[in-house]
Nanobody, 122 residues
Framework: QVDVVESGGGLVQSGGSLRLSCAASGEAASTYHMGWFRQAPGKEREFVAVRSWNGESKLYADSVKGRFTISKDNAKNTVYLQMTSLKPEDTAVYYC???????????????WGQGTQVTVSS
């Protein structure tokens, strides 16, 4: 029982930055591991990053490592994806999702947000 809502997408130039937000709600929301995925037109949904519920573990896709950072504001129960040095290939719809264990696989996430569009121009 957790609801997630993403925001913060937009249009940026190559080399720019954006911060995406994911607000989680529900009685057990704070105990879920929170992940970010993305999907470009005609492509499969791709893992981006995940943070364990207690912050002990963070995993990143090789394609974003060193450029993206996942974090959480516990007081607001909001997870962030800070994206820097953006490239045109980062263009996609970005989704926030919640899982009961730490995983890179979309099929293991039971709750998903509606998605937010990120477009990087060249």
């Amino acid at each position: 029982q957790v609801d997630v809502v993403e925001s913060g997408g937009g249009l940026v130039q190559s080399g720019g930055s954006l911060r995406l937000s994911c607000a989680a709600s529900g009685e057990a929301a704070s105990t879920y591991h929170m992940g970010w995925f993305r999907q470009a037109p005609g492509k499969e949904r791709e893992f981006v990053a995940v943070r364990s519920w207690n912050g002990e573990s963070k995993l990143y896709a090789d394609s974003v490592k060193g450029r993206f950072t996942i974090s959480k504001d516990n007081a607001k129960n909001t997870v962030y994806l800070q994206m820097t040095s953006l490239k045109p290939e980062d263009t996609a719809v970005y989704y926030c999702a919640a899982a009961t264990f730490l995983t890179r696989y979309a099929a293991n996430y039971a709750h998903w947000g509606q998605g937010t569009q990120v477009t990087v121009s060249s």
